[in-house]
């Protein structure tokens, strides 16, 4: 190569003549980008304090701290995230893993400070702090610090295609709508145990779940178990709380689900599913759970009703040593589930695995016997230590309007279908109803039409007070219903059932609803009462609330045991009513009438009645 | 003449980073060099052994500041052949144009380490300056200046935000637009010339029996570049050449670092015009409870500095069980360096290291 010219470097003398590019901080300065990684902000209102940012830090710069004055919504914390910036590496993974998107990163980066812990700090946000986050005109670089900070200055922030968890849970098989209303049979296919382990990878077990859940099931735990391919241990588990897993594994209603951290932006981990999972691969729940009753402790108790409460008061007393003797009138376990949710959501098989294995550690259940009738509750007071009621509510309400005496009730009807015989229906059906009961009676009915008029044209419709935004029933069974062609009328409230000359069910004559409840909040319908509607049907149920039974309690218990306002037996933290002895717990307890509830209940009277019987207070 | 022995840093002017020689001089003629790496040894494999496989991937990019985007490819590929992930074509492309963007980002850094230490302050400071209009790109597109942490396993961190196509364009365009005053000032400036040609030479045999790669290697001639012979990302996907030359010295080194930025900024807009659109990230499994099957890999790629290399071993556990990278300035910094600078005189020694970009933090990890 020839050697280059001497001269040549004169070429970019022009240079000497142009404008310098460093820029004269802090007169002139230069905007981050739009993604810039600087200090975070995190939105307290949506915030949960799950920690998973705490958790996935690489350089343990994320503490989870407890912040009084909070006061977390269930299934969140009152914890929030602090950081310190002596570890932060701006890596913004914290960003990426946060399940509700509350916590990213703003486009400041200045801190200057003699104080070293003025470098750990609990990010906040413009909408919870006002003196930090600041409008243009107050914000000075020359002060800019983390307590002089930019309002709306937001730079990395989180996106739902690029989160580190999977916001989409892995599909249930289930039976198409087209398919599953011409029969009974169960819809729900339930996971294989590949996909089992798929969807249980998902959880971030931030254990938000187990707060919200009325039993405090290990949720994460379990879970964990599944997703190491270990179901017995999963079920082991799960028994700690609930002995009931196939049945709650159907019908739970999953408030686990509703705090799911991934709820938030995507689907909540399948919990119930991945219950009914382990519980159905769990063949023999005897040898995966290698249980045996207490010692013996010479004490007995009677529970009477065989559903969610009794079952679990029944178990855990049972492990504890005690003799339990479970009286029902029906002919299985499982009491108002076995009445209640139809085959193709509770087939009886599961229920019936469940009973016996509680059966199986020597409770005694007494099926077909009536307390009241077969036997009588005195009896049952002197021949026992203890009694718990699990009675559940098993009396439909009516709505009592004109000629509602022709109309069905929805909890017999409910019964004869798990029955060989089956009630008659006609080609046009009505529910009354906007509850998930309702939605049981009108899906059972429309498959009753199908089976009973193949390939015709049937109506099954629903009248609810309630407008869709109210509506009680759960989301997925409405869904699944109008998938399966049930028809709602929303907003309807029933005014006079209409016969026909031959005194005949016509129709339902509803008028437009005005509201529903009052500005307390209690329920008190309105109309209007000129807005009139005709629906046509030859056979109405009315499905719109169901009572407790206490006839078989004799007069001077029944005049003792108290009520709440919300007309709920009243029992104190152990369980029991106002009258010694006496424990309760389940639909007649709680206001939220369902299952997991019951379990609850029935954890705290076991615990009660247990030290009860050894001696303590009740 | 008295043999005297010099320390050459890690004090030192002459000295870019935290790397010490210790030289035995007769006058101003080095009679042997000893290389002294081991002042910023982190222990990052042995820490990358203690961490979950999403916790490695913000921290494999400090092994190396001048250029952490190659390390982020490494362990991401790395990752994705032991786990069996897949990575979407738009991602491929990115990954390319976001490589060759730091490969011209690291080579502007390294000529201003080298101008500067020759006394070109006035190239220096272009180089300092355009290198930071490569790292405003970076910032626009990943949020960061310096560590990126970018490229993960399954594919990229983001895609290209609205417009950043053009403005890479653009200030790419600004910058070539300067390459006949960068060539006036600096590369065919005589003195330059006088100062490097024929210094530090290496032989291609001495070069390859060393381990030589990147510019070292093909400073004499050997087009030996793993983007060619064994392309990933989107290597493959466009038409390029390999810059090469055949003197082996400084002045060669130092001219096909200058000619593969340009080869770089050519083939970024190739890759625009061919980019693919659609997905640019396949999603990992939870970061919680993610285990990689039991397995041994070796991937590689080219760095600004040569090859770089990661052998990675999971044992089916949740970290992994053994990590090593195969650093270029290793070889670089120590055979090579030991060898070219025998014979050469003492104001010379930082030339010669420099020109053979020599990155003590990747020497020590």
Not at chain 2, 349 to 356: E, Q
Request: glycine letters at 8%; hydrophobic letters at 35%.
């Amino acid at each position: 190569m020839a050697k280059p010219s001497l001269l040549g470097p004169l070429r970019v003398i022009k240079y000497l003549f142009k404008k310098p590019k460093t820029l004269r901080y802090p007169f002139e300065l230069k905007e981050p980008a739009r993604r810039y990684r600087g200090f975070h902000l995190n939105d307290w209102d949506q915030c949960t304090g799950c920690g998973n940012c705490a958790d996935i830090c690489p350089n343990d710069a994320i503490e989870m701290v407890e912040r009084p004055e909070i006061a977390p919504d269930p299934g969140e914390k009152n914890e929030r995230p602090r950081l310190d910036y002596g570890r932060c590496c701006f890596c913004g993974l914290c960003v990426d893993i946060c399940p509700p998107g509350s916590l990213r990163l703003s486009r400041d980066y200045f801190h200057i400070h003699f104080d070293t812990s003025t470098f750990v700090f609990t990010p906040r946000d413009e909408k919870t702090d006002d003196e930090t986050f600041l409008p243009a005109e107050k914000y000075s670089v020359l002060k800019a610090s983390l307590a002089h900070r930019k309002r709306d200055y937001q730079g990395f922030e989180p996106e739902i295609d690029y989160a580190l968890f999977d916001p989409d849970r892995v599909e249930m098989p289930e039976v198409p709508p087209e398919e599953r209303k011409l029969s009974f049979v169960e819809q729900m296919l339930g996971y294989d145990r590949e996909q089992a382990v798929r969807e249980a990878e998902r959880c971030l077990e931030c254990a938000l779940c187990e707060d919200a859940c009325p039993a405090h099931l290990k949720i994460s735990d379990y879970i964990e178990a599944v997703y190491e391919d270990s179901p017995e241990d999963s079920l082991r588990t799960i028994y700690e709380d609930n002995p009931i897993p196939a049945i709650c594994g159907r019908i739970c209603m999953k408030h686990c689900e509703d705090a799911c951290s991934l709820s938030i932006r995507g689907e909540p981990l399948a919990i119930r599913w991945l219950k009914r999972f382990v519980s159905d691969t769990v063949r023999n729940y005897r040898d995966a759970l290698e249980q045996s009753p207490g010692e013996p402790t010479g004490k007995r108790i009677a529970v009477i009703g065989a559903g969610p409460g009794g079952l679990s008061t029944a178990y855990f007393l049972r492990l504890l040593g005690h003799e339990v003797v479970v009286f029902d009138e029906l002919s299985g376990g499982g009491g108002m589930l076995r009445v209640g949710p139809p085959r193709y959501r509770l087939p009886e098989e599961a229920i019936d695995k469940d009973v016996e294995y509680i059966a199986s550690l020597g409770v005694d259940f007494r099926f077909q016997t009536r307390v009241g009738r077969d036997v009588e509750f005195e009896e049952l007071r002197d021949e026992f230590d203890a009694v718990f009621l699990g009675i559940g509510l098993t009396v439909s309400r009516s709505t009592r309007v004109e000629n509602a005496d022709r109309c069905q009730l929805a909890l017999p009807f409910l019964a004869k279908n798990k029955t060989e015989e089956k009630c008659e229906v006609p080609e046009e059906v009505i529910v009354i109803g906007g509850g998930n009961v309702a939605m049981d009676v009108a899906r059972e009915a429309l498959r009753l039409q199908h089976i009973r008029y193949p390939g015709k044209r049937t109506v099954t419709r629903t009248v609810s007070l309630e407008d869709w935004d109210e509506i009680p029933a759960t989301e997925e069974e409405i869904e699944e219903a109008r998938e399966e062609g049930v028809e709602f009328n929303p907003a309807w409230g029933p005014k006079r059932v209409v016969l026909d000359d031959q005194g005949n069910i016509k129709g339902l004559l509803c008028m437009k609803v005005n509201s529903v409840f009052d500005e307390e909040g209690r329920f008190a319908p309105t109309f209007h009462e000129d807005q009139e509607m005709f629906l046509e049907g030859r056979m109405i149920i009315e499905a719109i609330g169901q009572g407790a039974d206490f006839s078989f309690l004799p007069k001077e218990v029944m005049e003792r045991i108290e009520f709440t306002e919300a007309r709920k037996v009243r029992v104190n933290e152990n369980g029991m009513t106002t009258v010694p002895g006496i424990f309760a717990g389940g639909d007649i307890v709680n206001v939220n009438l369902d299952a997991v509830t019951a379990i609850a209940d029935a954890k705290a009277a076991s615990e009660g009645i247990d030290q009860w019987l050894s001696g303590g207070e009740g | 003449m008295r043999e005297l022995e010099l320390y050459f840093g890690p004090q030192h002017l002459g000295m870019v980073g935290n790397f010490s020689i210790t030289l035995k001089v007769e006058g101003d003629r080095v009679v042997k060099a000893d290389a002294n790496p081991g002042y910023l040894h982190r222990g990052f494999e042995k820490l990358m052994e203690q961490r979950s496989w999403i916790k490695n991937f913000p921290m494999v990019c400090r092994i190396n500041v001048v250029e952490p985007d190659s390390m982020e490819l490494a362990y991401a590929t790395a990752v994705e052949s032991l786990a069996g992930i897949e990575v979407p074509e738009r991602a491929q492309f990115i990954r390319s144009i976001y490589l060759e963007l730091a490969r011209v980002g690291s080579h502007l850094f390294g000529l201003w380490a080298y101008s500067n230490m020759l006394g070109f302050d006035t190239a220096a400071q272009w180089a300092m300056y355009h290198r930071d209009l490569v790292l405003d790109l970076f910032e626009e597109l990943t949020g960061g200046r310096v560590y990126h942490i970018y490229i993960w396993p399954g594919g990229v961190r983001r895609d290209f935000p609205e417009g950043f196509e053009k403005r890479l364009v653009e200030t790419l365009h600004s910058i070539g637009g300067c390459v006949p005053d960068y060539d006036a000032c600096f590369f065919d400036n005589r003195l330059f010339y006088d100062r490097a040609a024929g210094i530090g030479k290496i032989t291609r045999e001495e070069a390859m029996e060393m381990g030589g790669t990147g510019q070292a290697l093909r400073a004499t001639g050997v087009p030996y570049d793993v983007r060619k012979i064994e392309p990933y990302a989107a290597y493959d996907k466009v038409p390029w050449e390999v810059p090469t030359r055949e003197d082996g010295d400084a002045f060669s080194r130092i001219w096909v670092v200058r000619d593969e930025m340009i080869e770089s900024v050519h083939m970024i807009f190739k890759l625009l015009d061919e980019m693919p659109k659609g997905d640019v990230y396949n999603r990992i499994p939870n970061p919680f409870k993610w285990r990689i099957p039991e397995g041994e890999t070796y991937v590689r790629c080219e760095s600004s500095r040569g090859e770089l290399g990661l052998y990675l071993v999971s044992d089916g556990g949740d970290k992994p069980y053994r990590v090593h990278f195969r650093t270029p300035s290793y070889p670089h910094g120590l055979t090579i360096l030991e060898k070219a600078l025998v014979g050469e005189s003492i104001s010379d020694v930082g030339n010669i290291m420099i020109s053979l970009y020599v990155v003590a933090p990747e020497i020590d990890r």
